[in-house]
């Protein structure tokens, strides 16, 4: 499950980053607002963490843009503003909760599973696609009723990605991204490939097709 955590101090982020990571959560870091506008156009994230005050912008300003062009991903504002009237201001821009600095590491994470499970809630527990089901609850897939087989988390995490993106040529520079963090060491080059093999094993080679020198995509019909 990917994050995007906005904050400009740089110990803070690492701590941050660090815990999240620990959790079990693919964690980029951003330190500016340009950084994360840029990173939200490119990526798909399942939540974002947004401090405030940073050096070339508001966070909030970034929520409420975020909200105008319609995206949904859930925002908890990180900040050390803690009267009434900021929280008031941070949710009516659009984010979901408000925790202020500093804070204990616990509350962070229920809070963010907290807003996980209300998407989750929010949308289907199952993604159904061209005979195939992927239960994100479980994270096991099934073709055309057959049984399910369970998923690793990367499976899974390219699968659901795929599936969300339907009839896209999808590069192998862009999936590989969903796999892995922006400041982790560069991964086998051979990676995407691997998986894509085992989720065809599973899922039938005519729905995950390659399109030579440009990547994959995923049948729908």
């Known amino acids: 499950m990917k994050l995007l955590l906005l904050e400009d101090d740089d110990l803070l982020a690492e701590s941050l980053a660090e815990s999240l990571k620990d959790n079990g959560y693919l964690v980029d870091v951003a330190a500016s607002v340009k950084a994360a506008s840029s ?15 940073l050096p070339d912008g508001s966070g909030l300003t970034l929520v409420s843009q975020w909200r105008q062009q319609n995206r949904d991903t859930p925002i908890l504002i990180l ?53 195939v089901i992927l239960d994100e609850a479980s994270q096991c897939v099934s073709v055309n009723g057959q049984a399910e087989h369970p998923l690793t988390a990367t499976e899974f995490r390219l699968l659901r990605y795929l599936m969300h993106h339907p009839n896209r040529v999808l590069s192998k520079d862009l999936l590989l991204d969903q796999l892995y963090t922006l400041d982790q060491d ?7 490939e691997v998986y894509i093999a085992r989720l065809r094993r599973y899922v039938g080679k005519s729905l995950i097709q390659t399109r030579r020198g440009q990547g994959y995509v995923f049948v729908a019909y």
């Open 79 to 131: 900040t050390a503003r803690d009267t009434w009237e900021d929280k008031v201001i941070g949710l009516e821009k659009g984010a979901d909760d408000y925790l202020t600095k500093p804070f204990h590491e616990a509350e962070l994470m229920a809070r963010l599973k907290a807003l996980l499970r209300r998407r989750s809630v929010q949308h289907s527990a199952r993604l159904t696609l061209s005979g």
């Open 39 to 53: 990173l939200m156009a490119t990526e798909r994230y399942e939540l974002a963490i947004i401090d405030v005050g």
């Open 186 to 192: 560069a991964a086998a080059s051979n990676l995407v």
